[in-house]
């Protein structure tokens, strides 16, 4: 099965490639954002299928930041639903989903086995991870995305963007996580990339294997 792995940045796309060598897979950084991870994904899947030799999964990986203490700087998240946490409407009564507007949708599940056997391969933590356009810089509004989504274990900003394009050609989708940064108060600072870029090639080492041998069932 070919597989497309989409990050955001070369830096993320460097620390995940070296376990995909010699397998039928395509780790591309696709931009920063929802809407270029969008772009980027549609149009490799749309080139690989014109070409004949579609891909059979679709992977979003990448940094992220984790919501407390479920998610510590360091720790990597297998999302078992990519949700989009600011697409919709502010109201006076709070925030409006676009779904409860009558449009699209807000949440790609990944196959459940998948995220299964992906958390037994690398330890990481099942959860909901977040996809926002905005990257949280207060207490205030991570408190009022957890209330939003008790599941959330982290946010990013391409998971849903990519999972929209996998959707789009009825691929599945997976999106995974190391954590880089606390979601809450802003403190750039205190990001510590390089940290979740190795937890970024560990965990894929061990999960490209589980990847390349996957068959869907559910
Ligand atoms: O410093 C800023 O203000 C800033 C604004 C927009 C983007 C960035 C980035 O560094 C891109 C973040 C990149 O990494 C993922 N990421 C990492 N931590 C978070 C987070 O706490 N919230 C959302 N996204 C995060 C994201 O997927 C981007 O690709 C900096």
């Not at 709070?94 to 391969?121: C, K």
């Not at 995305?145 to 997976?174: D, Q, Y």
């Amino acid at each position: 099965m070919r597989i497309l792995v989409a990050t955001a940045v070369p830096v993320e796309r460097d620390a995940v490639a070296p376990a995909f060598e010699g397998m039928a897979a395509d780790v591309l950084a696709v931009g920063v954002g929802p809407a270029l991870a969008a772009a980027g994904t549609a149009t490799a899947l749309t080139r690989a299928a014109l070409e004949g030799a579609g891909y059979g999964l679709v992977v979003s990986a990448g940094i992220a930041g984790g919501f407390l203490p479920g998610a510590p700087v360091g720790s990597l998240v297998v999302a078992d639903e990519i949700t989009a946490a600011d697409l919709g409407a502010e109201t006076a009564e709070g925030f409006v989903p676009v779904t409860a507007l009558g449009f699209g949708t807000v949440t790609h599940r990944p196959p459940a086995a998948l995220v299964r056997d992906a958390v037994a391969a690398t330890g990481g933590r099942p959860g909901a991870v977040l996809t926002v356009s905005t990257v949280t810089g207060t207490a205030e509004r991570a408190a009022a995305l957890r209330a939003r989504h008790p599941t959330a274990l982290a946010e990013a900003m391409e998971g849903f963007g990519v999972a929209e394009a996998a959707g789009a050609h009825g691929v599945p989708v997976l999106e995974i996580r190391a954590v880089s940064n606390p979601v809450g108060p802003r403190d750039r600072a205190a990001w510590r990339i390089g940290d979740a870029l190795t937890a970024l090639t560990e965990g894929f080492g061990k999960l490209a294997p589980v990847l390349e041998s996957w068959k869907q069932h559910d």
